[in-house]
């Protein structure tokens, strides 16, 4: 799970879509390490454990297998965009620096609403039950 940094990935995009117009923020940035990296990767099914075996081999025809590989300093960009009159947003990703397909398509964007329900999968309900013990 990467309940945190998904949360706070949704909250700044539903600000933006809502508040096209007037929402000041443009950028933000979290910070994480390697094991967020690979769990994004897999959570929203940029790769999965199999595929990345079978990718480095040059074998895969999966659509969404790319080297969840995490190097130094890698990192992953989310980005929010919108249509010329800004009423129809679509999310692309970027993992160390190249754009990826996702939403288990064929495509490098994926429709907002689509992204958000791909993403709210990996958000734990209540991690004080996940946890066994609670989180403060």
Known sequence: FNTGKLQKILTVFD??????????????FLSGHDT??????????LSSAHDLGIYRKGTTSSLNCEDGANY?????????????NGRTFYVKIRSNGKYVKMCNKNVYQCDYNEFKTL???????NLDDLCGRKIT
Do not use: C
């Not at 600000?15 to 933000?28: A, E, G, H, I, N």
């Not at 130094?72 to 010329?84: M, T």
């Open 36 to 45: 967020d990296i690979i769990a994004m990767h897999l959570g929203l099914n």
């Open 119 to 125: 993403a709210k999968k990996n958000i734990a309900s």
């Open 15 to 28: 600000m933006r879509t809502r508040l096209v117009d007037t929402y000041p923020l443009k950028w933000t």
């Open 72 to 84: 130094f300093a890698s990192n992953l960009i989310f980005e929010l965009h919108s249509d010329d």
